[in-house]
């Protein structure tokens, strides 16, 4: 009994894969095309991008304040407190900028595609589209991909920035860490691997997190219900793979 049941799980899952690279590849054919019209994917950006500045600000101001306070902390101990700004950014913009930046765009505006696009399918806005011989991926599904894939880096960009500008705050003005010593540190230690890193991982999970939310919504059971559980799927798998995906990409630019 148990074997049947796993093999039943492991088929569905193998199913939903194939639908949702099907999906993925129907997607990038209608992205090309919804370029045409940029005026669509910059409204997106700002619904993904610019509805969300303001959680991402504050996320990394407090990060970088916390990461400076534990680094101070810990190099401390080692008479190394004058590498803080090498440390902070060095985090930041490998590791925390991308993947709480990533976590926060799922939980913000991954489940904001998800409610919209699922709420567009449950009151037929979708089918009256597909009547009239409008095709709903190319003018609703595919600028929100963009917009989100578009809008990911940015996002982790000014979180590094707020993050590093609270980890100094800490560190110069509260902890007495010299000034000069703070950003040569940084500016001999942190080359253009390391930037290249963080921006690889968040147009990663930009990709991954717009394409979780496009075809859940797009894809959601047209009733209250199945709205709210693609949107809970949106956060799940969004969240999960976020992780799973760090993970394989440090391994690989080790």
Known sequence: MNGVLSFSLVAEALARLGRMTLFLLQLLVQCARALARPNLVVAQIYNAGGRSLVIIMLSGLFTGMVLALLGFNLLQRFGSQEALG??????LIKELGPVLTALLFAGRAGTALTSEI??????????????????????????????GVIAMPLLTAIFDAVGLFGAHTIGVRMMGVDN??????????????????GVT???????????I??????????????????????????SVLILLLDYMLIAAFL
């Not at 090498?86 to 985090?91: I, N, S």
């Not at 991982?201 to 394409?211: A, D, N, R, Y």
Request: some cysteine.
């Open 180 to 197: 000069g010593s703070f950003w040569s540190q940084m500016q001999a230690s942190v080359g253009l691997n390391d930037v290249m890193e």
């Open 86 to 91: 090498f440390a902070a950014a060095l985090a």
């Open 213 to 238: 939310a496009v075809y859940e919504g797009y894809h959601a059971e047209p009733t209250a219900e199945g709205v709210g559980l693609a949107t809970t799927r949106t956060v799940v798998a969004s």
């Open 118 to 147: 699922g709420l567009m399918n449950a009151t037929d806005q979708l089918t009256a589209m597909k009547m009239m011989a409008v095709d709903p991926l190319r003018y609703v599904a595919a600028p929100r991909f963009l917009g």
């Open 201 to 211: 991982k968040s147009l990663v999970f930009g990709f991954v997190c717009s394409l």
